[in-house]
């Protein structure tokens, strides 16, 4: 019986053979394919290896493909002619802009009269009427009628216990909290002066004039300042560079210019006063000298560095600038025309949603890069 065995064995169909073959040959490259993975799991952990890689590819990234290069020159002369075309298109753009900027202004004057409205309400110069009060909620915030007389109530008891407050107070010291382009500029001496803060309004520049916006800080008479309004003026330019027309991407901030605040004798917040010991070379006597220095405050937002003529700048004051420039527009764009949902902080929630779904990809990913790790037979977590 053995014998038959061994003769169907070195008898085998060479077709047979060639399947195992195949097997042999199949097996032996999933071996160098576990191999070549684990390989690459190790070099992947080498911070080296990664340095090395991810420089590589930051150089190939917006790399020209050098086609341009290769083209013949009667090819090339029609691209400059469309790089013409380009600039004209630029131009065109440019006047768009500004058409976009006449009517922002037709539509601010629109909107002006209900933002009236709403500083008079804060300011307790309106009381709103019962119908201007109601608001109907989302259907998921909607309570039961149970629960909304208990609210009722619970509002009414604590409404007995303090003071009936005038307006809203704090409205814009709280926007001011609620925002952290805001809230970082913002000391705790701040904190009082700007409970003083009635409205801000924005007036852009009349027709025919260069365009700009200001910003004006309405306030209530205080103890820190006699100026009733603070102004920002913004100056924008919507015309390409003609160095680099290429680089137009609508209107751009040039300059800004604050105003002088009349600080009351003792009040100003932006400077502070420091005591230092001086101790003489010859006598060794010590006197005590009083500086007055620069102090970190929001109100130095009203005195932003000056641009000189020919726009050169140190790297600190462009970023003084820079910084400058996104708090003016955000506050033109964003915190005037939706203050009381910064107020409430629905709109900061809006905000944050925007970023939810990318931090969800990169847990995500992260949470696959902890699986592969915990699958990889070399991996050692005490590494």
Known sequence: MADIDNKDQTEMDPADMEDVEDVEEEET?????????????????????????QERL????????GYMESLPKVVKRRVNALKNLQVKCAHIEAKFYEEVHELERKYAALYQPLFDK???IVTAAYEPTDEEC???ADEEEELTDEMKEKAKLEEEKKDEEKEDPKGIPE???TVFKNVDLLSDMLQEH????????QDIKVKFSDPGQPMSFTLEFHFEPNEFFTNTVLTKTYKMRSEPDENDPFSFDGPEIISCTGCTIDWTKGKNVTLKTIKKKQKHKGRGTVRTVTKTIPNDSFFNFFTPPEVPENGE?????EAVLAADFEIGHFIRERIVPRAVLYFTGEAIEDDDDDYDEEGEEADDEEGEEEADEENDPDYDPKV
């Open 171 to 173: 409205f814009w010291l």
């Open 190 to 197: 701040d904190e009082p002066i700007l409970k003083h803060l």
């Open 134 to 136: 109601e608001w109907k």
């Open 313 to 317: 700048l140190d790297e600190d004051s």
């Open 118 to 120: 709403r500083s008079e």
């Open 58 to 65: 930051d150089g190939l990234n917006g790399s020209p493909s």
């Open 29 to 53: 490259g999933e071996d160098e394919n576990s191999k070549a993975r684990q390989l690459t799991v190790q070099m992947m952990q080498n911070p080296q290896i990664l340095a090395a890689l």
